[in-house]
């Protein structure tokens, strides 16, 4: 995909893995993956729990599998508890129980992210689960978190998003004012995100999530989330990078029906904690420090992969499908954790 003018684009890497795939990279080819291999405490699943455990990804090739849910029993070696889906930014759409789609269009580039870092619930860890490819140019890629937790914080901004830490806002449309017509400029509604029709039963889950509401004109719910840049992570006894540019209106560069908007109309806006704004070198710097650390990967049918939200970022580039490709990855989310932020002494 060429350019695009005027906007950052990730590298999404450097070319060279940041780290080594063999490290978390299971080939399955030797397993039947039936019913005893996809049980606790088979050897599959001892391998799979002792890589995550120590690198905080893990990922299934070779499985044979074609099915969703023999991929959810997988992944489910190591995500023993999932979450259900709500007060998230990302409009998904459930492809099978407990397995929902990307919610973002192909054609837009999904910068680098930590999944739910702009509400006080967060989820540990999420898989993705291939059923239908379209080789490199479908590819998923991570970037490496500790090593991006160490970059940015030698830099002058990332001294700066420790001491300042960040607001997100969010704005979300109201279903019934777009009925009869075609939803331009639409990120989400309010009624998807929160999983009800009531405009108070929204207020409430918003607000259980460490939200601040208001409402405006055609009740257009507006969000802002106040917290660290950081979340403590207890494994490594470290803070760790739980932000990036995701959450601004640099999310909708390459979004259709959105991208047409002025940064200052689109749904999304990332500042600082005290409401200043980011400049462009502070914004690219931002992408540059996770495209360090990217390794791709590229899907096949049948492959899983487990990812700590903490340890991992995930993005994508866009994807142009031509005529009978399809590209159909199934998303998991982990158990969730209420965030600490960053933690005095834990840098």
């Not at 992969?305 to 982990?334: F, K, S």
């Amino acid at each position: 995909m060429a350019p695009l003018p005027n906007i950052i684009e990730p590298r999404w890497w450097t070319g060279t893995p940041a780290m080594d795939p063999t490290r978390f990279t299971i080939d399955c080819s030797a397993y039947n993956m039936d019913d005893a291999d996809l049980s606790a405490g088979s050897d599959l699943a001892i391998r799979m729990a002792s890589t995550f455990e120590a690198v905080g990804l893990v990922y299934l090739t070779n499985t044979g599998l074609t099915d969703l849910q023999a991929m959810r029993s997988a992944a489910k070696l190591v995500m023993e508890n999932e979450m259900y889906y709500e007060a998230g930014a990302n409009p998904r759409d459930s492809l099978e129980p407990n397995v929902y789609e990307i919610g973002a269009p192909l054609e837009a580039h999904l910068h680098y992210h930590h999944e739910m870092a702009y509400v006080g619930q967060s989820t540990r860890m999420l898989g993705f689960m291939a059923r239908s490819t379209v080789g490199l140019k479908g590819a998923t890629f991570v970037s490496d978190n500790v090593q991006a937790t160490d970059a940015i914080l030698e830099t002058s901004f990332g001294q700066k998003l420790k001491r300042l830490g960040l607001c997100y806002h969010r704005d979300l449309t109201d279903r019934a004012s777009f009925a009869g017509s075609e939803e331009i400029g639409v990120y989400n509604h309010w009624q998807k995100s929160m999983l009800t029709e009531d405009p108070a039963a929204a207020e409430a889950k918003a607000q259980s999530r460490g939200l601040q509401i208001e409402w405006g004109k055609n009740r257009l719910l507006r969000t802002r989330y106040y917290v660290s840049a950081f979340e403590y992570f207890a494994p490594l006894d470290r803070n760790l990078l739980f932000a990036s540019v995701a959450d601004d209106g640099m999310w909708f560069d390459t979004w259709p029906k959105v991208q047409h908007l002025a940064y200052d109309e689109r749904p999304l806006k990332l500042t600082f904690g005290d409401g200043s704004e980011m400049t462009r070198e502070e914004k690219k710097l931002f992408v540059d420090i996770y495209d360090r650390f990217g390794i791709p990967i590229n899907w096949s049918v049948g492959d899983v992969a487990i990812v700590c939200n903490y340890r991992w970022a995930h993005g994508r580039p866009g994807i142009r499908l031509d005529d009978n490709e399809d590209r159909t990855l199934g998303v998991m989310l982990g158990e969730t954790f209420d965030r600490v932020q960053d933690l005095p002494n834990k840098w």
